[in-house]
């Protein structure tokens, strides 16, 4: 299942305070794959959101694959920033877990804490987050994870947004101890163009998933989208 943590294109709207948005993917990791991957869903949902308040800020997305047999899993995150003084450092706590067709995503529960960087004008910023990490009812639960999450916006006040996180965990698997996720984001934001209405938020754009010894694969695989996102902020 991947992760469409897209805490940092949340960030984009911090200055705002709120963010929803839709996106669907077309996933070419069964045409790229085809002997490992054959049976990979081809199409994910992903339902985001963001909210700020002046106690931190709350943000979750959910995943939702799908095959000519419908939906074939799904799959949830919702963490959230807590502080009671001023940026740049919060407190970190993240739910993550859900279920596919064959099987249950184990229960993980993730405190730490969270250093953001935002420049003035919010055209780029990133994150950088240290977690402990308890996956219930794992044969090796206790772990820890380490998260950075970037966007830059360019051209014509925001025409591309480049965004995206990398995740990097310890998890006992078959094919080792660590785990590798990144899934680096691009995006042109339609709405930004001189011959669109502003409030025309569609983006078109992608990701390429990267990973490593992730989903019950060994070694290193690249997995890339083509993408559509509608923006509700």
Not at 64 to 69: A, E, G, L, V, W
Not at 192 to 207: A, I
Request: contains cysteine; hydrophobic residues 35%.
């Amino acid at each position: 299942m991947r992760k469409f943590v897209l805490f940092a294109a949340a960030l984009l709207t911090i200055a705002c305070g709120e963010a929803q948005n839709v996106q669907l993917h077309y996933d070419f990791g069964h045409a790229l794959y085809d002997k490992d991957l054959h049976e990979r869903p081809q199409l994910t949902s992903t339902v985001e959101m963001f909210k700020g308040d002046k106690w931190g800020s709350t943000y979750f997305f959910i995943d939702m694959d799908y095959t000519s047999n419908g939906v074939a899993a799904g799959y949830w995150e919702i963490s959230r920033e807590l502080r009671f003084w001023k940026p740049p450092f919060s407190l970190h706590v993240e739910y993550n877990g859900g279920a596919s067709n064959q099987f249950s995503y184990k229960n993980a529960y993730l405190g730490g804490a969270t250093y953001s960087y935002n420049s003035k004008d919010f055209s780029r910023g990133f994150t950088l987050t240290a977690m402990y990490k308890y996956i219930q009812k794992h044969q090796s639960p206790n772990n820890f994870q380490l998260t950075g999450t970037w966007y830059i916006n360019l051209f014509n006040n925001g025409l591309v947004t480049l965004s995206g996180f990398a995740d990097w965990w310890r998890e006992k698997t078959d094919y080792g101890k660590f785990i590798f996720l990144s899934e680096p984001q691009y995006w042109l934001n339609l709405n930004k163009l001189s011959c669109v209405d502003d409030d025309f938020k569609l983006s078109v754009g992608g990701e390429v998933e990267l990973s490593n010894n992730f989903g019950g694969r060994d070694g290193f695989y690249a997995i890339p989208t083509l993408a559509v996102k509608w923006s509700f902020n």
